[in-house]
Nanobody, 121 residues
Framework: QVQLVESGGGLVQAGGSLGLSCETHGYFSRVNDMGWYRQAPGKQRELVALISSGGTTNYADSVKGRFAISRDNAKNTVYLQMNSLEVQDTGVYYC???????????????WGQGTQVTVSS
């Protein structure tokens, strides 16, 4: 059983900062890509940022220069530091892990439960 446990999020004024973290728990071989997606009301889930096990990052254009993703491989934890937050950043943020398991299929995507981020004007 693999679980992703998120923490962070909350309410902040525009221009402020928030941090999110997500730890992958369970029995598995390793974690490959990790990342964050978000879903605003009435919209589809969209990519925010991804980071590979080697540290290569990929950001949505809307958050480049404001958000920073990082990870601690020893802790199987991914972080998202969000600065200069905008009202449009409001949504439920979901963490994501592509886990290599000991059972088939070996590579499998897992999702966190989601955490609310609300940016007020």
């Amino acid at each position: 059983q693999v679980q992703l446990v998120e923490s962070g999020g909350g309410l902040v004024q525009a221009g402020g900062s928030l941090g999110l973290s997500c730890e992958t728990h369970g029995y598995f071989s390793r974690v490959n890509d990790m990342g964050w997606y978000r879903q605003a009301p009435g919209k589809q889930r969209e990519l925010v940022a991804l980071i590979s096990s080697g540290g290569t990052t990929n950001y949505a254009d809307s958050v480049k220069g404001r958000f920073a993703i990082s990870r601690d491989n020893a802790k199987n934890t991914v972080y998202l530091q969000m600065n200069s937050l905008e009202v449009q950043d409001t949504g439920v943020y979901y963490c994501y892990s592509r886990v290599v398991r000991h059972i088939l299929p070996r590579e499998y995507d897992y999702w966190g439960q989601g955490t609310q981020v609300t940016v007020s004007s």
